[in-house]
C-alpha cells in the first residue's frame, strides 16, 4: 500500500511539473511575441499622435480598402479627386479639404515607415516612375 501511495505522488509530482514548465514556456513566447509587436504598436501611436487620425480613418475618408495594399496612384488619383472636388468655389469645405490632406499626409507617413521596413516601396516606385519619365523625355 506505502509503495503505490508513492507512486502515485511521485506520478503526480511529474505532472504538475511538467504542467509549470509547459505554461512557463508558453509565458516567455507570450512574453516575447509582446514585446516586438509592442514596438510596432508604439510607432503606429505616435504616427496616429502625430497625424491626428488613425491609419483606419485616413483610408475611410481617401475611400479606400482598410484591408487592401494602397499604391502611391492610387492615393493621388482618390486624393486629387476628392480634394477638387471640395473645393471651396465649388461650394465645397475648407475642413473637409483639411481633412483629405491630413488623411493623405497619414497614408504617406504609413507607406514612408513601411517602406524603411521592407514592407512597401513607395519612394522606390515614385523614383521609378520618375526616371521612367526623364528617360522617356
Avoid at 508558453?26 to 509592442?38: C, D, F, N, P, R
Avoid at 475618408?61 to 492610387?74: P, Q, R
Amino acid at each position: 500500500m506505502a509503495k503505490q501511495l508513492m507512486q502515485i505522488t511521485i506520478l503526480g509530482a511529474q505532472l504538475i511539473g511538467r504542467a509549470f514548465t509547459k505554461a512557463l514556456r508558453q509565458e516567455l513566447q507570450y512574453a516575447q511575441t509582446a514585446t516586438q509587436s509592442g514596438k510596432t504598436t508604439t510607432q503606429a501611436v505616435q504616427a496616429d499622435r502625430i497625424a491626428g487620425m488613425t491609419l483606419q480613418e485616413a483610408r475611410q475618408i481617401l475611400n479606400m480598402s482598410v484591408n487592401e495594399s494602397v499604391t502611391a496612384e492610387e492615393l493621388k488619383a482618390n486624393y486629387d479627386y476628392l480634394f477638387q472636388i471640395n473645393d471651396r468655389t465649388r461650394g465645397g469645405s475648407f475642413y473637409l479639404q483639411s481633412k483629405i490632406y491630413r488623411a493623405k499626409e497619414r497614408i504617406e507617413q504609413e507607406l514612408k515607415s513601411s517602406s524603411e521596413r521592407g514592407l512597401l516601396t513607395y519612394k522606390k516606385k515614385r523614383d521609378e516612375a520618375t526616371m521612367k519619365n526623364v528617360s522617356t523625355d
